[in-house]
C-alpha cells in the first residue's frame, strides 16, 4: 500500500495570496473578487490555492491573523486595564490602516454577505483574546469569556467608526473606543468581572 506525500505549501505563497486579496480588494469592491482572481493575481495556481485555503473568508483570517501578530510584536503599554485595551486597539486601527482601502472593501462585503459575517465571528473573538492575553488580562473561563465577547462588541461597533473615520489622527475612532470602554467598564464593574 503506497502513502501519498502530501505537498507543503511554502508560506511564502500562503502570504502572496493574502497580498494579492488585498491588493484587489483595494482596487474595487472585494464582493466581486474570486479565488481565481487572488490566484493570478499571486502568481499561483489554483490548485495550490486550494490547499492553502479552505474559502475567501480564509484569506481574511489569515490577515487578521497577521495584523494580530503584528499588533502583539510591537505592544508595549503600562497604565490601567482600560489604557492597554485602550492603547492596544488604537494600536492595531493604526496596523488596519495600512490597507486601510482593502479592509474597508472586504469590511463592505462581509456586510453584504451574512455568511461571511458568521464566519468572521469566531476569528474577531480569536483576535480580542489575544489583544486582552497582552493586556494581562485573564481569558479563562466564563469571566474571561464575557470579557473577549465585551471587547468583540466593542472593536466591531469601533471598526464601524474607523471606516467612516477619514481623519489622520483618528479622532472620532478614539472618540468611540474611548466611550465604549468606559461603558464596559461600568458594566464590568458591576458585574465584578
Same mark, same amino acid.
Request: charge should be negative.
Given at each position: 500500500?503506497?502513502?501519498?506525500?502530501? /505537498?507543503?505549501?511554502? +508560506?511564502?505563497?500562503? #502570504?502572496?495570496?493574502?497580498?494579492?486579496?488585498?491588493?484587489?480588494?483595494?482596487?474595487?469592491?472585494?464582493?466581486?473578487?474570486?479565488?481565481?482572481?487572488?490566484?493570478?493575481?499571486?502568481?499561483?495556481?489554483?490548485? =495550490?490555492?486550494?490547499? #492553502?485555503?479552505?474559502?475567501?473568508?480564509?484569506?481574511?483570517?489569515?490577515?487578521?491573523?497577521?495584523?494580530? /501578530?503584528?499588533?502583539?510584536?510591537?505592544?508595549?503599554? +503600562? $497604565?490601567?486595564?482600560?489604557?492597554?485595551?485602550?492603547?492596544?486597539?488604537?494600536?492595531?486601527?493604526?496596523?488596519?490602516?495600512? =490597507?486601510?482601502?482593502?479592509?474597508?472593501?472586504?469590511?463592505?462585503?462581509?456586510?453584504?454577505?451574512? /455568511?461571511?459575517?458568521?464566519?468572521?465571528?469566531?476569528?474577531? $473573538?480569536?483576535? #480580542?483574546?489575544? #489583544?486582552?492575553?497582552?493586556?494581562?488580562?485573564?481569558?479563562?473561563?466564563? /469571566? $474571561?469569556?464575557?470579557?473577549?465577547?465585551?471587547?468583540?462588541?466593542?472593536?466591531?461597533?469601533?471598526?464601524?467608526?474607523?471606516?467612516?473615520? =477619514?481623519?489622520?489622527?483618528?479622532?472620532?475612532?478614539?472618540?468611540?473606543?474611548?466611550?465604549?470602554?468606559?461603558?464596559?467598564?461600568?458594566?464590568?464593574?458591576?458585574?465584578?468581572?
Amino acid at each position: 500500500m503506497s502513502t501519498k506525500r502530501q /505537498k507543503t505549501i511554502p +508560506s511564502d505563497k500562503r #502570504m502572496a495570496a493574502v497580498d494579492a486579496a488585498l491588493r484587489l480588494a483595494s482596487g474595487r469592491d472585494f464582493v466581486n473578487v474570486t479565488l481565481t482572481d487572488i490566484a493570478d493575481e499571486a502568481g499561483i495556481t489554483l490548485g =495550490d490555492m486550494s490547499e #492553502m485555503f479552505e474559502c475567501r473568508e480564509d484569506i481574511i483570517c489569515a490577515y487578521e491573523r497577521r495584523v494580530d /501578530k503584528d499588533v502583539l510584536e510591537s505592544f508595549s503599554s +503600562s $497604565g490601567s486595564e482600560r489604557d492597554q485595551i485602550f492603547d492596544i486597539l488604537m494600536e492595531r486601527f493604526d496596523r488596519l490602516n495600512q =490597507d486601510r482601502a482593502a479592509v474597508v472593501s472586504i469590511l463592505g462585503s462581509v456586510r453584504a454577505d451574512p /455568511k461571511q459575517m458568521v464566519i468572521s465571528l469566531p476569528h474577531v $473573538g480569536r483576535s #480580542m483574546a489575544w #489583544m486582552l492575553e497582552a493586556c494581562g488580562i485573564e481569558t479563562i473561563g466564563i /469571566k $474571561g469569556a464575557l470579557r473577549v465577547a465585551g471587547l468583540s462588541g466593542i472593536y466591531l461597533w469601533t471598526l464601524r467608526t474607523w471606516c467612516e473615520d =477619514d481623519s489622520e489622527d483618528m479622532a472620532k475612532t478614539m472618540a468611540t473606543l474611548d466611550k465604549l470602554l468606559g461603558r464596559a467598564e461600568s458594566i464590568a464593574g458591576t458585574l465584578s468581572l
